[in-house]
């Protein structure tokens, strides 16, 4: 294989994104097309995706890409002509050339061509371009066979860089080569030459990195703003600053100067720092748009019928967020159409729709998305889950008596869990929601499970707008300042410690019509005392789900905006610590993790 030269690098990379971004779209096209059997334009607009494809790929020289591609779309101009109809089998080729689409592009993306099992994908294409094929019955068909092991779907164009796209070419002539949106002379490029990026250029080219994003124009016109903004307030300072130096600066006038500084810098600062979180934004459109393929393959494994419906894609939350979420959330659509729903024949016994409704949304609640994933299937049969956890041990007989309904929905994510007796490709294993509950607590969120057994189960993730700034309650334990994340606090009280009941070796307060546990902060870290005996103190209370705690502290700082700075791989496994933060005065101050502390101490009680 050559190397390639400059011109040829802007080249493929310009195929490569324009290819990323059709086949984006083409799961969810396909999807939508097998439920809207009659919607032209919708099957137009993919017949033109993979057109475009063929045509591009056939102008750099990939020849197994333009062979897959060029029987898929002839199945789909039959398609568009009506000489054959949509049907679930058909859909199931298509989809299956699809994915073989995506591994031969993931061979150019990784500058690794090589020879793939092709005819396979083909085979099952050829009979539905015959003329007999509109009376063919679909099920004769040769699509359950496997396709190709290694395939995954392509990732986000959106984390590529920008690069010009080819204007759609008109479908009027199926044989007619699009070319690809960088416009070469013919004495530039080598029709056919096979093009290959240099293994050196392999991570920059990686379609799967995640070093770039798409930022809107005009939100860099506004970061650009502020940031103008802000080189005048370092000016007017600096000006302040020889003022003061020179001794031509009275103290009243530099103590009002100064002050009328400060406020403006805040004020530009603040307003940047929005910007950047901006610019870091992405729409959770990015992790939904994968599932209706999911739901649409998984639904056809399990005999089951499904309607997907999907709320707020356009919520945005910060690119950290969003990379981190999209297995989890695979995990809890798994569960919900293993486990959830039933079959139609069960469902129409039961007085239901034959087809389940799964419904996937996302909003924003304050500085929190809220992701839900609601299912109107059997619900969860806590009699069952408890049973269950005793026969693999991982609960006594008096802790299962002991818990409430919350409790008892909370066992499906310890580890090993599993409902199922035996495993499949699907489920079983007990290692999903344990996975899930992991993910969800790295990103700092929380997770909440409300069922109904016959209507129903939600999953309810609460996760922070961004991993790097949070508004935080800054408290003091004994001369040391400490971060509590705001979102996790409820509310602060002042009170007596002559309050306090002390049962077994847990201190508890009475607040209104709850018993609050209490966990001192200095016993935690093991803060030397360091003032006086004192019988007043601080407790903030803090909670996670439905689960309350009250952090016993000296005395309440202050609200404040923090940056979140990580401890390191030494320090990163520290029970009830989040991260840390430096204090205006330079002092680091260590960031509390509630749920950390919540659950060790329910954990601590509970003896498990």
Same mark, same amino acid.
């Given at each position: 294989?050559?190397?390639?030269?400059?011109?040829? $690098?802007?080249?493929?990379?310009?195929?490569?994104?324009?290819?990323?971004?059709?086949?984006?779209?083409?799961?969810?096209?396909?999807?939508?097309?097998?439920?809207?059997?009659?919607?032209?334009?919708?099957?137009?607009?993919?017949? =033109?995706?993979?057109?475009?494809?063929?045509?591009?790929?056939?102008?750099?020289?990939?020849?197994?890409?333009?062979?897959?591609?060029?029987?898929?779309?002839?199945?789909?101009?039959?398609?568009? @002509?009506?000489?054959?109809?949509?049907?679930?089998?058909?859909?199931?080729?298509?989809?299956?050339?699809?994915? %073989?689409?995506?591994?031969?592009?993931?061979?150019?993306?990784?500058? *690794?061509?090589?020879?793939?099992?092709?005819?396979?994908?083909?085979?099952? %294409?050829?009979?539905?371009?015959? #003329?007999?094929?509109?009376?063919?019955?679909?099920?004769?068909?040769?699509?359950?066979?496997?396709?190709?092991?290694?395939?995954?779907?392509?990732?986000?164009?959106?984390?590529?860089?920008?690069?010009?796209?080819? *204007?759609?070419?008109?479908?009027?002539?199926? !044989?007619?080569?699009?070319?690809?949106?960088?416009?070469?002379?013919?004495?530039?490029?080598?029709?056919?030459? $096979?093009?290959?990026?240099?293994?050196?250029?392999?991570?920059? *080219?990686? %379609?799967?990195?995640?070093?770039?994003?798409?930022?809107?124009?005009?939100?860099?016109? !506004? %970061? +650009?703003?502020?940031?103008?903004?802000?080189?005048?307030?370092?000016? =007017?300072?600096?000006?302040?600053? $020889?003022?003061?130096?020179?001794?031509?600066?009275?103290?009243?006038?530099?103590?009002?100067?100064?002050?009328?500084? &400060?406020?403006?810098?805040?004020?530009?600062?603040?307003?940047?720092? +929005?910007?950047?979180?901006? +610019?870091?934004?992405?729409?959770? #459109?990015?992790?939904?748009?994968?599932?209706?393929?999911?739901?649409?393959?998984?639904?056809?494994?399990?005999?089951?019928?499904?309607?997907? #419906?999907? /709320?707020?894609?356009?919520?945005?939350?910060?690119?950290?967020?969003?990379?981190?979420?999209?297995?989890?959330?695979?995990?809890?659509?798994?569960?919900?159409?293993?486990?959830?729903?039933?079959?139609?024949?069960?469902?129409?016994?039961?007085?239901?729709?034959?087809?389940? &409704?799964?419904?996937?949304?996302?909003?924003?609640?304050?500085?929190?998305?809220?992701?839900?994933?609601?299912?109107?299937?059997?619900?969860? *049969?806590?009699?069952?889950?408890?049973?269950?956890?005793?026969?693999?041990?991982?609960?006594?007989?008096?802790?299962?008596?002991?818990?409430?309904?919350?409790?008892?929905?909370?066992?499906?994510?310890?580890?090993?869990?599993?409902?199922?007796?035996?495993?499949?490709?699907?489920?079983?294993?007990?290692?999903?929601?344990?996975?899930?509950?992991?993910?969800?607590?790295?990103?700092?969120?929380?997770?909440?499970?409300?069922?109904?057994?016959?209507?129903?189960?939600?999953?309810?993730?609460?996760?922070?707008?961004?991993?790097?700034?949070?508004?935080?309650?800054?408290?003091?334990?004994?001369?040391?300042?400490?971060?509590?994340?705001?979102?996790?606090?409820?509310?602060?009280? =002042?009170?007596?410690?002559?309050?306090?009941?002390?049962?077994?070796?847990?201190?508890?307060? @009475?607040?209104?019509? +709850?018993?609050?546990?209490?966990?001192?902060?200095?016993?935690?870290?093991?803060?030397?005392?360091? /003032?006086?005996?004192?019988?007043?103190? /601080?407790?903030?209370?803090?909670?996670?789900?439905?689960?309350?705690?009250?952090?016993?502290?000296?005395?309440?700082?202050?609200?404040?905006?923090?940056?979140?700075?990580?401890?390191?791989? /030494?320090?990163?496994?520290?029970?009830?610590?989040?991260?840390?933060?430096?204090?205006?005065?330079? =002092?680091?101050?260590?960031?509390?993790?509630?749920?950390?502390?919540? #659950?060790?101490?329910?954990?601590?009680?509970?003896?498990?």
């Amino acid at each position: 294989m050559s190397q390639i030269d400059c011109e040829d $690098q802007e080249l493929l990379e310009g195929f490569l994104t324009e290819t990323a971004e059709l086949l984006e779209k083409l799961d969810d096209d396909l999807v939508a097309l097998e439920k809207s059997t009659d919607d032209a334009d919708l099957l137009n607009s993919i017949f =033109r995706s993979i057109h475009t494809v063929k045509g591009a790929s056939s102008f750099l020289g990939f020849e197994q890409l333009v062979k897959v591609t060029h029987k898929t779309e002839d199945v789909l101009n039959r398609l568009r @002509k009506g000489e054959l109809l949509v049907a679930p089998e058909i859909m199931d080729v298509i989809l299956e050339a699809t994915d %073989l689409v995506k591994l031969l592009v993931n061979d150019i993306k990784a500058g *690794d061509i090589q020879e793939r099992e092709i005819d396979g994908t083909i085979s099952k %294409l050829i009979p539905l371009l015959s #003329e007999a094929a509109a009376s063919i019955n679909p099920s004769v068909l040769s699509v359950n066979s496997p396709a190709p092991a290694d395939i995954s779907p392509l990732p986000a164009a959106s984390e590529l860089n920008e690069a010009s796209q080819a *204007d759609p070419p008109s479908p009027a002539s199926p !044989d007619t080569h699009a070319l690809p949106p960088p416009q070469k002379t013919a004495n530039e490029i080598v029709p056919k030459k $096979q093009v290959v990026p240099p293994k050196a250029a392999e991570k920059n *080219d990686d %379609l799967s990195d995640n070093t770039t994003v798409r930022v809107d124009v005009k939100r860099l016109d !506004d %970061l +650009m703003n502020q940031v103008g903004e802000l080189v005048l307030e370092r000016n =007017r300072m600096i000006q302040i600053n $020889q003022n003061l130096q020179q001794g031509g600066i009275n103290k009243v006038d530099f103590n009002e100067e100064f002050g009328k500084l &400060t406020k403006r810098m805040n004020f530009v600062t603040s307003e940047l720092q +929005m910007q950047v979180l901006k +610019m870091r934004m992405l729409p959770v #459109e990015k992790v939904f748009k994968k599932f209706p393929r999911i739901v649409r393959n998984m639904a056809r494994d399990l005999g089951k019928e499904v309607n997907l #419906e999907i /709320y707020g894609e356009e919520t945005e939350l910060d690119r950290s967020v969003v990379d981190e979420i999209g297995d989890p959330l695979i995990h809890l659509i798994r569960n919900a159409m293993d486990h959830g729903l039933e079959t139609p024949e069960v469902r129409l016994q039961a007085g239901k729709p034959r087809a389940g &409704t799964l419904v996937l949304s996302a909003v924003h609640e304050g500085n929190q998305i809220i992701i839900s994933i609601k299912d109107d299937g059997a619900g969860i *049969d806590t009699e069952k889950v408890g049973r269950k956890a005793l026969e693999k041990g991982l609960i006594t007989e008096e802790q299962l008596a002991a818990m409430s309904q919350r409790e008892m929905f909370d066992l499906i994510f310890l580890p090993g869990f599993s409902t199922k007796d035996k495993a499949t490709d699907l489920s079983g294993r007990g290692v999903g929601m344990d996975v899930v509950k992991t993910n969800i607590k790295k990103l700092n969120g929380l997770i909440e499970i409300k069922s109904e057994q016959g209507a129903g189960s939600e999953f309810i993730l609460r996760l922070p707008l961004t991993l790097a700034i949070i508004q935080s309650l800054l408290v003091e334990v004994e001369g040391e300042i400490y971060s509590i994340p705001l979102s996790s606090v409820l509310e602060t009280l =002042r009170v007596d410690e002559r309050e306090f009941h002390l049962i077994g070796n847990q201190e508890l307060l @009475k607040l209104r019509n +709850m018993v609050l546990p209490l966990v001192r902060l200095e016993t935690i870290f093991k803060v030397a005392k360091k /003032y006086e005996q004192n019988h007043f103190c /601080y407790v903030v209370i803090v909670g996670t789900a439905d689960k309350r705690m009250g952090l016993v502290v000296t005395r309440l700082v202050g609200q404040q905006e923090v940056a979140i700075k990580s401890l390191g791989n /030494y320090l990163a496994n520290v029970p009830g610590i989040a991260g840390s933060t430096i204090l205006g005065d330079g =002092r680091v101050a260590l960031i509390v993790d509630p749920v950390g502390l919540v #659950e060790g101490d329910e954990g601590k009680n509970s003896g498990r």
